[in-house]
């Protein structure tokens, strides 16, 4: 699996993106729900590693059926209906910012060396992953401290840099264009 820094570093992004079509969102506490309802959605999915860690037993509850189109169904409609109670505006712009985000995730562990993800859960227990891996991605059972996350680190930090550049310069393109047709 990817470390949890790429999931938060997508969806964080995600944020941004987001931020440009919740123009009707004012304020701080409605921009919070907003980053908190991207970022939750974009790692809410890794809360089974928490069961493994009490279990002792990491294999047999993280990257399971959570990491499945169905679970991204779930936490799309879950966001969806918190942000429309929450902040009381378009239910389908929080349901897709949840979905896309959670969907960002399943993605990411797709493209990450390992057992892959259990992406048609419930209608199969099978595991599918990229034939060309994109992530090195976390060893646990190596332990936290684990050198060879060193090599996460190495693979993912670029690969973030470059994806928070890419939208910096987007969306800084996407202001400059919209202040000219003031």
């Not at 929450?86 to 969907?103: E, P, S």
Request: glycine fraction near 10%.
């Amino acid at each position: 699996m990817a470390s949890p820094l790429t999931h938060i570093a997508v969806g964080y992004v995600l944020f941004r993106i987001a931020n440009q079509y919740f123009t009707e969102l004012t304020g701080t506490v409605k921009r919070l729900i907003l980053i908190c309802g991207a970022l939750g959605a974009a790692t809410v999915v890794d809360m089974d590693f928490v069961l493994g860690m009490l279990h002792h037993d990491l294999a047999g509850y993280h990257n399971q059926q959570s990491h499945s189109l169905c679970a991204a169904v779930v936490v799309g409609i879950g966001v969806g209906v918190l942000g429309r109670l929450l902040t009381g505006h378009r239910m389908r712009r929080w349901l897709t910012l949840g979905l896309v985000a959670t969907l960002s995730h399943i993605l990411i562990d797709f493209l990450t060396i390992g057992r892959g993800v259990q992406l048609l859960w419930p209608l199969t227990e099978a595991r599918f992953t990229s034939p060309i891996p994109l992530f090195y991605g976390l060893r646990w059972s190596e332990g936290v401290w684990s050198s060879s996350h060193l090599l996460t680190l190495a693979n993912e930090g670029p690969i973030i840099a470059a994806l928070l550049w890419l939208t910096q310069q987007k969306l800084s393109r996407h202001a400059v264009e919209h202040i000219g047709e003031g």
